[in-house]
């Protein structure tokens, strides 16, 4: 076995070469991964005692993808493209053995090879679209000729992963290894092929899925039509439709031709960096910043959950299916009876909709307790009240807070809960922390977990991964009363319903909103707080008014105190980063995401831009637009809010 450098090694077993690459965290397929491929392979094309060459990662996955950090700055050979050519080219079989997540230019590197194995638990997919991308390494011409142009739109427009089993019925791979025996797989794998003795397959060669009568030939169109309303505003999908067409019409070099200026294109885009800052972003907001000490979050093995609420009983599932021991308690109604209904219900609908088999419902069942007695929570690690009345939330903390071990977390949950006068009541301050899990309907993926003066690192550490395991997006928020996004967003429903007595048509500034991207559904959140009864006034496609007022005038009147506020809350320390008000904003409220939220768009306008705006508007429309002291400082700077 010989080991090349600190991220790759070279053994060769029974004929069969594997190269294993270990860059962690998600071996990106940054200029140095690239490299030990290029030296790898061209080894052991070399070498004459191996026969065939099987592709393997150490660490948690295989190649997440191309190194995200490295856009934007000067392109470093061996490039991507060059790689795959030597592996697609490769005069030996060479076999992807995949584990994790195989994505992005990772999988498009997969399609290359002559052969796909990967492990039970394996995803894999082309997830571009989600950074504002293509997939730029073949994959808009490879995936069509496996699994058909229909299937790939689908597949690469939504950016989903696609678990090994059902990869495996799409061909998207050739077969699955044992669990924990991919490499004694893999190898067992290559040996057949070679014994089989079939000539190299390779993807771009095959035409037999893009053949003009395998498909309707308004295939194109009517996936546009159909799918114009989840597209809307953004420009990676679009591009996707494109370069999946030119699979299908011209010769796979020509395509491939096409893919890569479609793709340099979109990796130019405004769009892009925005989807690029807000993946960084949801990552950073995970982490703790400041100069506490955080020795590391205590594992939470166990949670309870008092009150059998909708949000109540989602965490609990969601806990159940990270393997989490849920204990339920459900007060107000004996043994639990409206929280055991829920669940039930919840997991009939699962199993009858095909999310979830029978098994598998039967094994989250049994990590989740009913009862209706607050004692039985004494194991549980942490434990998240969601009563829905606040004198109640306080009575049910003091009393958690007198029965369950001293180590337990109390989280409190709710928007506009005093977390620091319950905190201080209880005996364990420290271990007392509020959360705020967003209740938007097609994105509840947010949770505002505050911490107080009082709370232990660990205790807001451990709260945040505990959010985390649970597959939901962590923002720490200060103490205050209606934490980020009840802040900024109030600020636009006050400048709303303001606008409105004015005379501007509510219909207007809906249509204002959703140009701009909101979704519909999240302007309807917005205008339920500013514009009351809603029936009362025009449609959205109204664009008549009665005060004489410039619209983008009246977008920057409804989006700049967003901004303005944010900077407020990073004044008074209620947001620790700009881009966790971004987060927020997009996750809790659908700011588009193309945007970057306000924050990085408030950069992007420019922020004196911003700062004179804002005086205008202040000049016109009195104090409420009077620029937070950062944002003067920031200009006076000339800083930026998210760029470093
Ligand atoms: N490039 C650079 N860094 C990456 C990365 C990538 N492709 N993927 C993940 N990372 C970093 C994260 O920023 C994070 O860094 P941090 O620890 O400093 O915060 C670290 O790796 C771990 O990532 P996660 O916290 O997300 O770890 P998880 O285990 O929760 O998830 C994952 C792992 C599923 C691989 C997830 O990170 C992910 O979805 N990554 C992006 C995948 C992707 O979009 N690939 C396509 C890239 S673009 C491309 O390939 C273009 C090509 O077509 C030419």
């Known amino acids: ?75 470093q050979v061996p490039l991507l493209p060059a790689v795959l050519e030597k592996i697609e080219n490769c005069p030996k079989p060479l076999i992807a053995a995949m584990h994790g997540t195989a994505l992005g230019g990772g999988y498009e590197l997969a399609l290359t090879c002559h052969y796909r194995i990967a492990a039970p638990s394996a995803k894999v997919g082309l997830p571009e679209v989600k950074l504002g991308l293509l997939p730029g390494a073949g994959g808009t011409q490879r995936l069509p000729r ?34 924990g025996q991919l490499r004694e797989d893999a190898i067992a794998y290559a040996r057949a092929i070679l014994a089989e003795g079939v000539p190299l397959r390779r ?25 114009a309303a989840s597209m809307r505003g953004f420009k990676a999908p679009g591009h996707i439709v494109q370069a999946i067409g030119a699979s299908v019409r011209v010769p796979f070099d020509d395509g491939l031709l096409r893919e890569r200026a479609l793709f340099q294109e979109l990796r130019a885009s405004r769009e892009s960096a925005a989807q690029r800052y807000y993946f960084f972003a949801e990552r950073e907001a995970a982490k703790i910043a400041g100069n506490q000490k955080v020795s590391g979050p205590v594992p939470i093995t166990s949670v309870g959950i008092v009150g059998g609420t909708a949000m109540g009983i989602d965490i609990a599932m969601a806990a159940a299916d990270a393997g989490l021991a849920v204990t339920v308690i459900d007060i107000d109604t004996a043994a639990g009876g409206r929280a055991r209904r829920s669940i039930a219900d919840a997991y009939a609908a699962a199993v009858h909709d095909g999310r979830m088999t029978a098994e598998e419902v039967a ?16 194991a549980s690690d942490l434990i998240v009240e969601f009563d829905e009345d606040p004198a109640e939330k ?26 620091e006068g319950m905190a201080v009541s209880c005996s364990r301050p420290e271990r007392v922390v509020g959360m705020h899990f967003c209740a938007s309907a ?22 945040m991964h505990f959010v985390r395991r649970i597959g939901r997006v962590a923002v720490l928020t200060g103490p205050r009363r209606g934490f980020i996004a009840n802040r900024i967003m109030s600020a636009m429903a006050t400048q709303a319903r303001a606008a409105i007595a004015e005379g501007s048509p509510p219909g207007l500034l809906e249509a204002l909103l959703y140009d701009y991207g909101f979704p519909a559904d999240h302007i309807q959140q917005i205008s339920g707080t500013a514009f009351g009864d809603f029936d009362q006034y025009s449609t959205a496609t109204d664009r008549t008014r009665q005060a004489p007022v410039d619209d983008e005038e009246l977008l920057e009147r409804l989006l700049l105190p967003v901004v303005n506020e944010g900077a407020k809350l990073l004044e008074e320390k209620g947001a620790t ?7 927020v904003a997009i996750l809790g409220y659908g700011w588009p995401v193309y945007r970057g939220g306000p924050m990085f768009w408030a950069d992007e306008i420019g922020l004196p831009r911003v700062l004179s705006t804002l005086n205008e508007l ?7 637009f009077r620029p937070s002291a950062l944002l003067e400082e920031k200009v006076a700077l000339g800083a930026s809010f998210t760029r470093g």
């Open 577 to 583: 980063r700009a881009s966790d008000i971004d987060v």
């Open 442 to 463: 097609d994105a509840p993926r947010l949770v505002e977990a505050a911490r107080c003066a009082v709370t232990s690192p660990e205790a807001i550490a451990s709260a």
């Open 618 to 624: 202040r000049a016109r429309h009195g104090e409420a």
């Open 394 to 419: 306080q009575r049910i903390i003091r009393r958690l807070d007198a029965i369950v071990r001293t180590d337990t977390i109390l989280a409190t949950s709710g928007n506009t809960i005093d977390v």
């Open 146 to 179: 496996l699994v058909g142009p229909a299937m790939a739109l689908d597949l690469i427009v939504k950016g989903d992963q696609v678990p090994a089993v059902q990869a495996l019925q799409l061909g998207m791979i050739d077969a699955i290894a044992r669990e």
């Open 1 to 75: 076995m010989s080991n090349k450098g600190e991220i790759s090694s070279i053994a060769v077993e029974d004929g069969v070469g594997v190269l294993t690459i270990d860059s962690p965290p998600v071996n990106a397929l940054g200029v140095a991964v690239r490299r030990a491929l290029d030296e790898g392979i061209r080894e052991m094309v070399q070498d004459t005692s191996v026969d065939a060459i099987i592709l393997l990662c150490g660490g948690r996955t295989f190649f997440a993808g191309a190194d995200i950090s490295e856009f934007g700055k000067a392109p």
């Open 363 to 378: 094994r989250l069942q049994d990590r989740i307790a009913l009862a209706d007695d607050p004692a039985l929570l004494s």
């Open 203 to 227: 993807i771009r060669d095959r035409n037999e899925k893009i053949a003009p009568d395998s498909f309707p030939a308004d295939l194109f169109d009517t996936f546009r039509a159909a799918n």
